[in-house]
């Protein structure tokens, strides 16, 4: 008798031991949690939700996850996609039975200076973007902000480019800025432009070799403290792609705009569109695209040859419902201009093609961002 009670009540230990292991194997950390939901990206960035501090809170009970996401859309598929992965990576953690997600969304016309803010006397905020790089989005940039102060518009340039920074040698400026005793930064000026950009605090050769945090915090301080004083426009010269850079300034502040740079050859097209779609999602508007290097004029015989394809840009805009504001050609003097320090847009627009053009295009900016 005395050993079968023991043995039942070593049979009883064993179950409870293993009810208790069963349980220790299936419980779920909020850490778990939050390590799954950063495999879930914002839609049309590379970034992930938790990152970009969208995952207001977490709550695991035994088996059930319940977690909170805050959005900041008027897209509905923007939640709608972050729903089914965030589903989809839960369900897959060891234990979770019950999954739930919910979502705190709100309209970005009232969200607070929390979420993004406008530049005290700076009265349009314009972004210049292209989906792959080498297509003269930085020459876009820099000459356009050029052809706009020759029309009497006070203008500064933000070259946000970290890695890649040209602004500084295509002003032929190897000025440093210096700061306010409040650390704030004094922008370099040049052809009465207001200009800052890391190619002014760094050596020709030196690379920036920084990730995520940083990069964010060099872009922040890049636009909000730059004394940039009164300006009409404020051209921010984005790196390419649709990256981490990339929604920091549309979440730091109110871009008035946006404008696409592409060529005309489908290759760069497609980047482009997914450009575009980046700014819809962050309910950016896009001001209308610039085609670049759509044509070569040829000195000899006055030929036009469509090196990258004839249209592109044309269809393009058509298709997004957005105006083309321009078509710039290939042309010896805007890159000579580039490399020497002095843009093309400097130049009298009755002596120069591209000048002229790049005048056409500030004046349609003008018309779609007035001052």
Do not use: E, F, K, V
């Given at each position: 008798v005395q050993f079968m009670v023991e043995l039942a009540r070593l049979k009883?230990?064993?179950?409870?031991?293993?009810?208790?292991?069963?349980?220790?194997?299936?419980?779920?950390s909020e850490d778990q949690v939050r390590n799954a939901l950063a495999e879930v990206p914002y839609p049309g960035f590379s970034r992930d939700i938790v990152s970009f501090g969208l995952v207001k809170a977490v709550h695991v009970d035994g088996s059930i996850v319940k977690v909170l996401i805050s959005l900041q859309t008027k897209d509905p598929e923007v939640p709608k996609a972050i729903f089914q992965k965030s589903k989809e990576v839960l369900h897959a953690l060891p234990g979770a039975k019950q999954v739930e997600v919910e979502f705190d969304i709100k309209d970005p016309g009232q969200a607070g200076p929390s979420a993004k803010s406008a530049l005290p006397g700076i009265k349009n905020v314009i972004a210049i973007a292209s989906g792959k790089g080498g297509v003269g989005k930085s020459t876009v940039s820099v000459n356009l902000a050029v052809a706009l102060q020759k029309q009497g518009y006070k203008v500064g340039l933000c070259d946000c480019d970290l890695y890649g920074p040209s602004v500084a040698h295509m002003f032929g400026s190897d000025e440093r800025p210096n700061a306010t005793s409040d650390n704030e930064i004094i922008p370099i000026e040049s052809d009465g432009l207001k200009l800052i950009s890391m190619g002014f605090l760094l050596e020709d050769r030196s690379p920036v070799i920084v990730r995520g945090p940083l990069a964010t915090r060099y872009t922040q301080q890049f636009i909000k403290q730059v004394v940039w004083g009164e300006l009409d426009y404020l051209i921010l010269d984005l790196p390419p792609g649709t990256g981490d850079i990339q929604l920091t300034i549309v979440q730091t502040v109110a871009l008035t705009g946006a404008i696409i740079v592409t060529t005309p050859q489908e290759v760069a097209l497609i980047d482009a569109r997914k450009a575009v779609s980046m700014f819809e999602k962050v309910n950016v508007k896009v001001l209308g695209l610039v085609e670049n290097m759509s044509y070569f004029l040829c000195p000899s015989d006055g030929e036009r040859y469509h090196i990258f394809g004839e249209g592109g840009g044309v269809r393009e805009a058509e298709a997004l419902g957005v105006p083309?504001?321009?078509?710039?050609?290939?042309?010896?003097p805007t890159r000579l201009g580039g490399d020497a320090g002095r843009p093309v847009a400097l130049q009298d627009p009755a002596e120069s093609e591209v000048s002229g053009i790049f005048s056409g295009v500030a004046k349609a900016l003008a018309n779609y961002a007035p001052v």
């Open positions: 009883h230990l064993a179950t409870r031991d293993c009810s208790y292991q069963q349980h220790m194997n299936s419980s779920i083309l504001l321009g078509q710039i050609p290939i042309d010896m």
